[in-house]
């Protein structure tokens, strides 16, 4: 009997055993699939992430092309508009430079004359010498008035009407002061001007007048000769013209060949 109690407990153990052992591996069956449930679930949920981003990425790139291209078109018709604007007139434009005065320009001269007697060696500050860049200044700038004079503003209309004269009209000895433009030191002489009318005449002291117009400016004999001449013809629209120029030159006396008898 003993035996037979023996033999039940052990089955009984064993079949217990067997059954925690199934119940332990199904268990362990069932934590693994669902980690494996979880793994696979946060595996979708990153990828489904991943592509969200490229999706916004992708949305801002195609954004950003966007703006830029409308950037260049913006910049483009700007310029189309600037382009079609008409330029303000200088006249009333707010930011017009203002006009040079003479005293401005003095005062430039002047400190650039200062810097020319140092460079030769001078001391513009010693009492000889305070007030010689301005007075140079205001000299050099007497020396070339011509170039804000033209011929009409020396003749002031005195152009008259004479079909009965026919002989040539002849001013002689006219003292000529100019600047050679090469060195900018000067040349003196006298001009003679002759003409013959054609139907109108012009003041005699006009002819002095013009010939002072161009002698006012940097210049070479040769041109200033030809300028009187096309000034006259210009002005009276003569049968014929003379101009006869002759003068002496610093820049072959007190330089260069030193001749002081040359004339041209």
Same mark, same amino acid.
């Given at each position: ?50 592509? +969200? ?44 430079? +203002? ?26 500050? !010693? ?32 152009? $008259? ?25 000067? $040349? ?20 002095? !007048? ?5 002698? @006012? ?5 040769? @041109? ?30 007190? !330089? ?9």
């Amino acid at each position: 009997m003993e035996e037979e109690v023996a033999s039940v407990s052990s089955s009984t153990v064993a079949a217990v055993s067997s059954v925690s052992s199934s119940s332990d591996d199904s268990s362990r069956s069932s934590t693994e699939k669902a980690r494996g449930k979880t793994r696979s679930a946060a595996t979708k949920k990153e990828r489904k992430e991943k592509r +969200r981003r490229e999706r916004r990425e992708r949305k801002e790139r195609k954004r950003r092309k966007r703006a830029g291209g409308d950037d260049v078109a913006s910049s483009a018709a700007d310029g189309k508009e600037k382009e079609k604007r008409p330029a303000a007139s200088p006249a009333v434009a707010e930011s017009s430079p +203002r006009a040079e005065t003479e005293e401005d320009k003095v005062a430039k001269m002047a400190s650039a004359c200062r810097t020319i007697l140092q460079c030769i060696g001078e001391d513009p500050d !010693r009492e000889g010498l305070l007030k010689t860049p301005e007075r140079w200044a205001k000299a050099l700038l007497f020396f070339t008035k011509g170039y804000a004079q033209t011929c009409a503003d020396v003749t002031n209309g005195a152009v $008259f009407t004479e079909d009965a004269h026919k002989e040539m009209v002849v001013v002689r000895n006219i003292d000529i002061h100019s600047l050679c433009e090469h060195h900018m030191v000067p $040349f003196t002489g006298r001009v003679h001007i002759g003409y013959i009318p054609n139907g109108q005449i012009v003041g005699l002291s006009k002819l002095a !007048r013009i010939a002072e117009v161009y002698a @006012r400016r940097l210049q070479v004999q040769e @041109r200033l000769t030809s300028q009187i001449a096309d000034a006259i013809v210009e002005a009276i629209q003569p049968l014929g013209v003379a101009v006869v120029m002759e003068c002496s030159h610093m820049c072959m006396v007190m !330089r260069g060949v030193q001749k002081n008898s040359a004339s041209t």
